[in-house]
T-cell receptor, first 116, second 115 residues
Framework: AQSVAQPEDQVNVAEGNPLTVKCTYS??????LFWYVQYPNRGLQFLLK??????LVKGSYGFEAEFNKSQTSFHLKKPSALVSDSALYFC??????????????FGSGTRLQVQP | NAGVTQTPKFRVLKTGQSMTLLCAQD?????MYWYRQDPGMGLRLIHY???????AKGEVPDGYNVSRLKKQNFLLGLESAAPSQTSVYFC??????????????FGEGSRLTVL
């Protein structure tokens, strides 16, 4: 079964510092990986995705993520955090062979807190 | 652009009552999904639909029913609400144009409390 793990419930970082939010996925074929962000009382918004090709993908709001097949990871990064980046972040996976549901499986979420 | 719209946004029910959540999308998407979000558990798939007139079970379908009579609408029903169904419910949709590489578009959520 496809799954993703987000090992940290919360990440705290000072404004201006680099941030990393971790995600690992279960090994089964070649996954499609996604990051979403959720601001308070809002729906999830798409940030970026990895499908194939370059392991470093760039997304919205200055975020990027690196796909690492050997470590089965897809960590979200940003060189310089902003207070406005404080939100709940979700990693998600879909496998190409999952032709039935065509759904995303989400991690448990990581709350990012950026301090001024 | 409205995108994905969910109604109602908030609802309080008593145990045993029934209700329906409505999801409407104006993007002509084929796929639609209902997820529930609970603290520390991320989003879990309840039911989904790959096209008008078709529905299927997700990870946590018990206690819920769905219908997709029109392509743009996906209804989630609770026949007899239980406190365990207190949650935030999200509807999402996706186009099938990108051969499964496309992202989901989410509604703003519906917060349901069952007393």
């Amino acid at each position: 079964a496809q799954s993703v793990a987000q090992p940290e419930d919360q990440v705290n970082v000072a404004e201006g510092n680099p941030l990393t939010v971790k995600c690992t996925y279960s090994v089964s074929g070649n996954p499609y990986l996604f990051w979403y962000v959720q601001y308070p009382n809002r729906g999830l918004q798409f940030l970026l995705k990895y499908i194939t090709g370059d392991n470093l993908v760039k997304g919205s709001y200055g975020f990027e993520a690196e796909f690492n097949k050997s470590q089965t990871s897809f960590h979200l990064k940003k060189p310089s955090a902003l207070v406005s980046d404080s939100a709940l972040y979700f990693c998600a996976v879909r496998y190409p062979l999952d032709t039935g549901r065509r759904a995303l499986t989400f991690g448990s979420g990581t709350r990012l807190q950026v301090q001024p | 652009n409205a995108g994905v719209t969910q109604t109602p946004k908030f609802r309080v029910l008593k145990t045993g009552q029934s209700m329906t959540l409505l999801c409407a999308q104006d993007m002509n998407h084929e796929y639609m999904y209902w997820y529930r979000q609970d603290p520390g558990m991320g989003l879990r798939l309840i039911h989904y639909s790959v096209g008008e007139g078709t529905t299927a079970k997700g990870e946590v379908p018990d206690g819920y029913n769905v219908s997709r009579l029109k392509k743009q609408n996906f209804l989630l029903g609770l026949e007899s609400a239980a406190p365990s169904q207190t949650s935030v419910y999200f509807c999402a949709s996706r186009s099938n144009r990108d051969r499964d590489t496309g992202e989901l578009f989410f509604g703003e959520g519906s917060r349901l409390t069952v007393l």
